[in-house]
């Protein structure tokens, strides 16, 4: 069994096919403690994902959650979407019927938290943080004790006025203590809030982002992603933020910390190559398997000069319960 892919460069690995072949399914499972699972994940075809499309469930995920976990494997739920926190994603689990703790998710909102408080941590008063966000954000640095603005407050969702222009050069509508901007997936942008960010980064700002992923799955479809809410401050800016979400290694660091795995040990489970899959290749897991019902489709991988590629690869996750598949599906 070839483990992992090869990032950078054409691949001499072929990833193994799972689906279908318990034997195989069950020697892959078997080599693993630990599971990193990916969230989100959509197919335009039959709105099936990773975990999720949405809110919309999908069939086996749960019994393959329980199947891993009465084999005695540590689950750690890793996500870009930034716009929940461990404990909204927390009540998305229990109300898709999917067993999970709060503890078990580690999203890029807290990633993002942890690095500005524990690694970067800005000497107060200038480390105040300017949110281009949702709630998940602010949740998270709440968590750690961080200061913010913006975010999803009420009086800046409205349109640019002519008075504002002066108001943000004069630094009237500005925080002196904002060090920091950071932005995640908002569903709310709008052409004031970048104009704020903009001029943080004019003041010196240091420029983070929760994650940078192009689009958004959902609803079986693709939407503008967190790197669609960022791409604004990088045109007007000309500066590119750090971002702490997935395939950031910063990201692996602190999930390492908090959950002490034993990386050659441990698989990342995903729908998207240059962050799920290049993820856990880039942090040296033992394996890395690619979910073929995300944005990733398996002809990007299976090309001769393919950047990345994952050690094993199944049409759907609830594959990996093997013949109890069958029996999964009907019972949902
Ligand atoms: O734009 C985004 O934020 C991402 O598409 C989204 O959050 C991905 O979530 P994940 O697949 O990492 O759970
Ligand atoms: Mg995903």
């Given at each position: 069994m070839v483990l992992g892919g090869i990032f950078g460069g054409s691949s001499t690995t072929t990833p193994q096919y799972l689906t279908g072949d318990k034997t195989a399914i069950d020697a892959f499972i078997d080599q693993f403690d630990t599971f990193l699972f990916d969230c989100d994940g959509a197919d335009?075809?039959?709105?099936?994902g990773v975990l999720w499309s949405g809110d919309h469930k999908f069939p086996g995920t749960a019994e393959t959650i329980d199947m891993l976990r009465s084999r005695g494997k540590q689950l750690v739920f890793v996500t870009n979407n930034s716009t929940k926190s461990r404990a909204d994603y927390k009540k998305k689990f229990d109300g898709m019927g999917i067993s999970a703790e709060e503890e078990e998710v580690f999203g890029s909102s807290y990633s993002a938290a942890i690095y500005i408080a524990r690694i970067l941590a800005l000497p107060p008063p200038k480390n105040k943080v300017y949110v281009l966000g949702e709630s998940g954000v602010e949740q998270e640095l709440q968590s750690e004790n961080i200061s913010y603005c913006?975010?999803?407050?009420?009086?800046?969702?409205r349109e640019m006025m002519p008075i504002d222009f002066e108001s943000v050069a004069s630094g009237?509508?500005?925080?002196?203590?904002?060090?920091i901007v950071l932005t995640g997936l908002d569903f709310h942008p709008s052409y004031l809030k970048i104009a704020l960010g903009m001029a943080y980064l004019r003041r010196g700002a240091k420029f983070l982002a929760t994650n940078t992923d192009s689009t958004l799955p959902s609803a079986g479809s693709l939407f503008p992603g967190a790197g669609a809410i960022s791409a604004p401050l990088v045109a007007a800016s000309g500066q590119t933020p750090l971002a702490?979400?997935?395939?950031?290694q910063a990201m692996m660091d602190a999930i390492e910390g908090k959950f002490k795995f034993d990386r050659k040990r441990a698989c990342m489970v995903g729908d998207r190559l240059n962050t799920d899959i290049q993820f856990g290749i880039e942090g040296d897991l033992g394996g890395t398997l690619c979910v073929l019902t995300g944005v990733s489709k398996k002809e990007e991988f299976l090309v001769k000069d393919a950047k990345v590629v994952p050690s094993a690869y199944v049409d759907t996750l609830s594959d990996l319960l093997g013949e109890s598949k069958a029996k999964a599906e009907a019972s949902t």
């Open positions: 335009r075809r039959r709105r099936i913006g975010g999803t407050d009420p009086l800046l969702r009237e509508l500005l925080d002196d203590d904002v060090g702490l979400g997935k395939p950031s």
